[in-house]
């Protein structure tokens, strides 16, 4: 109650649905800045790959070979 008596105000009904959207561009930020780190580490092996071309060195592919268990 305030000074007066009366009820204090009470909060939107909305208030839960912000708390909704709140969350939401969150998660779209999380999932954009996981897309971009993404990207530029893709990027970075792109250009590995084309400075070694452009360099005219023939074996720039990495070649993965799985490991050998003992």
Known sequence: MTEQGEPAPE???EQGNRNVENALLLGLFVVLVAAGIWWLGTMAEVRKV???AAQ???NCATIEVPERAR
């Open 11 to 13: 909060p939107p009904e």
């Open 56 to 58: 005219g060195r023939r």
């Open 50 to 52: 084309q400075d070694c």
